[in-house]
């Protein structure tokens, strides 16, 4: 059975930073991509981040430059180094593993099978 649980959000001003981590269990970790998404209120859930196997990364153009995304293989972690944070930024993250093979760079829900409950990252202006 597969768990990933998020953890590391909470509340910080605008331009302030925050480490979000995702620890994985019941599955081998680094045969799986990893995603980040984050999910405002009211709006649909958006990509943010991934992280193939080797841990190559991938950004939306709205965070590029200022989030960082690694992964622990070892430790069966992914994380989401965020820095410069915006009100825009606030929302519940999430982090996915990513079906082994997809049409998709792995930047849409429909790649990712496995979801955590989420962490809530609130950003003031």
């Known amino acids: 059975q597969v768990h990933l649980v998020e953890s590391g959000g909470g509340l910080v001003q605008a331009g302030g930073s925050l480490k979000l981590s995702c620890a994985a269990s019941g599955l081998t970790f680094s045969n799986r991509g990893m995603g980040w998404f984050r999910q405002a209120p009211g709006k649909e859930r958006e990509f943010v981040a991934r992280?193939?196997?080797?841990?190559?990364?991938y950004y939306s153009d709205s965070v590029k430059g200022r989030f960082t995304i690694s992964r622990d293989n070892a430790k069966s972690t992914v994380y989401l180094q965020m820095i410069n944070l915006k009100p825009g930024g606030t929302g519940v993250y999430y982090c996915?593993?990513?079906?082994?093979?997809?049409?998709?760079?792995?930047?849409?829900?429909?790649?990712?099978?496995?979801w955590g409950q989420g962490t809530q990252v609130t950003v003031s202006s």
């Open positions: 992280a193939r196997t080797d841990g190559t990364p």
């Open positions: 996915a593993t990513k079906k082994r093979f997809t049409s998709s760079g792995g930047t849409v829900l429909s790649d990712y099978d496995y």
